[in-house]
């Protein structure tokens, strides 16, 4: 019914930038909060930020400064600017994000996950 598909991934060196974008489709009513995680190797999955439809966004206190996260209601798409990226950033990033979606005449609420996008980032 909904899905997010996430892109903007790669090799990128210390120092660099990237930007994730990560677009939802469906026959979606309103998608409250996007949100960024990350998983490295062998460690726990992370939030890395957050956004609400309002614009309102919070991030990770270690990222702070080096990444923004922004979005286009209209395309229901949200960005992951990444800058002075650094060799611990290397990670897989996933795409999250509450949707309020139509199945016939109802409205259903549901929590959804994109497939990832791996950001491997070489000293």
């Known amino acids: 019914q909904v899905q997010l598909v996430e892109s903007g991934g790669g090799l990128v060196q210390a120092g660099g930038s990237l930007r994730l974008s990560c677009a939802a489709s469906g026959r979606i009513y309103s998608i409250p909060v996007m949100r960024w995680y990350r998983q490295a190797p062998g460690k726990q999955r992370e939030l890395v930020a957050a956004i609400t439809s309002g614009g309102s966004t919070s991030y990770a206190d270690s990222l702070k400064g080096r990444f923004t996260i922004s979005r286009d209601n209209a395309k229901n798409t949200v960005y992951l600017q990444m800058n002075s990226l650094k060799p611990e950033d290397t990670a897989v990033y996933y795409c999250?994000?509450?949707?309020?979606?139509?199945?016939?005449?109802?409205?259903?609420?549901?929590?959804?996950w994109g497939q990832g996008t791996q950001v491997t980032v070489s000293s």
């Open positions: 999250n994000a509450d949707v309020a979606y139509w199945r016939g005449l109802s409205r259903y609420t549901n929590d959804y």
